[in-house]
C-alpha cells in the first residue's frame, strides 16, 4: 500500500487491495514519516488570510508544491508577532521541512532557535536585517517613488500619503520612496500630508478589513480639516479602496476633483469604480519563487543565501487625472 518496492506475489497483492478498499483504508502519513524520516509537509506563515495581496503568494506557493507532491500548512498571525512566534514552534514540532514566512516580528530569538536546530526558512515580502538565509522582498522604496512620480508627472505637487501603523519595513519603505520623489521635486512635505492610521484600542490584532476601514477614516480626516491635497496615495489598495469609498461617500468625484493612487495592484482595482490606478507587484511570481527555492534548499540544490529583489511597476486606470482638472 505505500508503493514499496519489497516483493509481494501480484495475488497476495491483489487480494491486500481488495481488503483495503473494503475496510475503506487510508495509507497514514504521519507512520510513514515517522519511518522513513521525511515529510512532505511545508509551512507557510502569513500576516492576514483575508488580504488578496496574501492569497496570490499562496496561490504561487500552493502551485509549486502541488507540482513536487508535497502539501502546506497555512498559518495566518493575524499581524501578532507573538502568534507568529507561536506557529514557528508549531511547524517545527510537527517537523515540517521549511517555511515560507513574511514576518512581522522585530525579534529573531524564535525564528533563530528553529532554525539552529534545522528548520528551513524562507523570508518573503518583509526584508529581515541580519538574517542569514533566502529573502525574497520587493522593492518598496522604488515603488513608493513610482507612484509618487507618477502624479507629480500629472501636475500634481500636493500629494498626501495614506498609510497603515508603520509596523512593517515595507510600509517605512513605501513612505521613503514617496518623500525621496518628493525632494527631488523640490517639494516639501507639511506633516499634516503624512496621515498614519493608528492602531485601535483593545484590537490586539490586525485583518483585512482594517485597512480598508483605515482608508475611510483617515480620508474622513482629510475632508474634515477642510484642507484636502489635490491627489493621494494610498500604502496600500486596501486602504486605497477605504479612501475610494470615503470619497464617494462625501460625493467627492475620483478623478476629476481629486487623484489616488494604490499599491500591490490587486485583482479587485479592476472592479471599483473608478479603476484604481496601482503599483504592481509580482506576488503570484513570489510565491512561486519562494516554493521552489525551499524546494531547492530541503533537496541541498540551492545556490548561495541571500537577497532576491523584485521590481515594481505602475498600473495606469481610470483614478489618477491632470492637477489642472481638480476642482478646489
Request: proline share 4%; charged share 25%; aromatic share 6%.
Amino acid at each position: 500500500m505505500s508503493n514499496s518496492k519489497y516483493p509481494v506475489r501480484a495475488e497476495l497483492a491483489k487480494r491486500i487491495r481488495e481488503a483495503a478498499d473494503a475496510l475503506n483504508y487510508v495509507p497514514n502519513s504521519i507512520g510513514r514519516q515517522l519511518k522513513t524520516n521525511k515529510t512532505s509537509t511545508m509551512g507557510v506563515i502569513i500576516p492576514s488570510i483575508t488580504n488578496p495581496f496574501y492569497a496570490s503568494v499562496v496561490s504561487g506557493i500552493e502551485e509549486v508544491a502541488s507540482e513536487r507532491g508535497y502539501q502546506i500548512l497555512l498559518c495566518n498571525s493575524q499581524h501578532d508577532p507573538e502568534l507568529e512566534d507561536q506557529h514557528l514552534n508549531m511547524l517545527f514540532e510537527k517537523q515540517v521541512r521549511g517555511v515560507v514566512l513574511s514576518s512581522v516580528s522585530n525579534k529573531r530569538e524564535t525564528l533563530r532557535k528553529v532554525m539552529a536546530n534545522g528548520l528551513k526558512v524562507i523570508s518573503i515580502d518583509q526584508h529581515l536585517a541580519d538574517f542569514e538565509a533566502f529573502q525574497i522582498n520587493f522593492d518598496y522604496r522604488k515603488g513608493g517613488r513610482i507612484g509618487t512620480r507618477h502624479l507629480l508627472d500629472q501636475g500634481h505637487r500636493d500629494i498626501a500619503y495614506l498609510t497603515a501603523p508603520l509596523t512593517l519595513t515595507s510600509r517605512q519603505q513605501i513612505l521613503q520612496g514617496y518623500l525621496d520623489e518628493m525632494a527631488s521635486a523640490g517639494l516639501q512635505v507639511p506633516q499634516a500630508r503624512i496621515v498614519i492610521a493608528e492602531k485601535r484600542r483593545g484590537k490586539k490584532r490586525e485583518d483585512g478589513s482594517e485597512e480598508f476601514e483605515n482608508g475611510k477614516r483617515m480620508t474622513r480626516q482629510l475632508i474634515e480639516s477642510g484642507d484636502m491635497p489635490t491627489a493621494i496615495f494610498a500604502c496600500n489598495d486596501m486602504t486605497a479602496f477605504g479612501v475610494l469609498n470615503e470619497l464617494a461617500s462625501h460625493g467627492i468625484q475620483v478623478p476629476d476633483q481629486i487623484s489616488v493612487i494604490g499599491f500591490d495592484n490587486l485583482e479587485f482595482t479592476e472592479i471599483v469604480s473608478p479603476r484604481l490606478t496601482s503599483i504592481e507587484q509580482p506576488k503570484y511570481e513570489m510565491g512561486r519563487l519562494a516554493c521552489g527555492m525551499l524546494m531547492d534548499w530541503m533537496n541541498d540544490a540551492a545556490g548561495q543565501t541571500g537577497e532576491i529583489m523584485l521590481q515594481p511597476r505602475l498600473v495606469e486606470r481610470s483614478s489618477v487625472g491632470g492637477a489642472s482638472s481638480v476642482l478646489r
